[in-house]
């Protein structure tokens, strides 16, 4: 039996509502009740009150999706079904130069947002899944920008569980933790502020959960996506290279592989770069 692929695409207004992808099902967020949770908002509502097929794949994504990563419907669709034999989650991942030239996910968002590192260790040593994060490695096949990914609802639940753990924190009563999650941001955010920092550790953490449990992934193709407008765009061969010595090393765990990359790293890491997600 053909494995069943549930794709939908988030409606914040009548604009994104009429420019909604063919073959995509509607997440209707039109209300846009909490925007200061943008996706995390309408997803959540779906995960809390449909029923998921345990053997099916569902995917939530951004209005963006199409133009991030040059992907149809159609395509989406294909990818997950050939790859469901072999994963648990799919990736599509765009921006692979900001997967490839820092050690996980949470490196490159501190560069952007200092003291986001700090303020997840910080969650996670709370609910008691107290974890390094600087020491993370993260691949192409852990990092996820944006939410987009495709997955099962065994996967689904678990994201939803740690989320709906800082989801509680941040909508509870005001503390230092809640202060650091909830902290501004450079990205702008809804009403002409920045969006909050919880925004972006959401969307982190699929990969947090791919780095550290035995879910199997299979990524597509980032290097075929949209880059980032930072300098890092730059240099591709170098992101290819760096993505390789990561694989290599999740791999093999050889410690030449991280001095490697640590070289190519460096080199990139100086001076200031935008923050386009």
Known sequence: METAVHLYQIAYSPATLDKLEPGYALLDNLGNERPD????WPIRRHLLSQ????????????????????????????FVRESAPQADVVLFSPQPDMGAFFL???????????GLIAAYEAFLAHIGRPLPLRALVMDSRQTVFSNYFVARPA????????????????????NDLKAALTASTSYPGPGGGGAQRKVFLMERAASLLLATQPWRSVAHNPFGM??????????????YISDAL????????FPQYLQAFAAIRERFQAGAAVLNT
């Open 37 to 40: 949770w943008y996706e995390y």
């Open 155 to 174: 996967f689904w639940r678990e994201w939803l569980k740690l989320n709906e753990a800082m989801f509680a924190l941040c909508e509870g009563p005001d």
């Open 226 to 239: 949209g880059w980032s407008v930072s300098r890092f765009r730059d240099h591709p061969n170098e992101a």
């Open 246 to 253: 990561k694989i290599a090393w999740r791999d093999q765990r």
């Open 51 to 78: 029923p998921l097929d345990d053997d099916a794949f569902y995917g939530f994504f951004s209005p963006k999706f199409g133009h991030k990563t040059s992907l149809s419907h159609a395509q989406v669709q294909a």
């Open 104 to 114: 996980n996910v949470f490196e490159q968002g501190e560069t952007f947002d200092p």
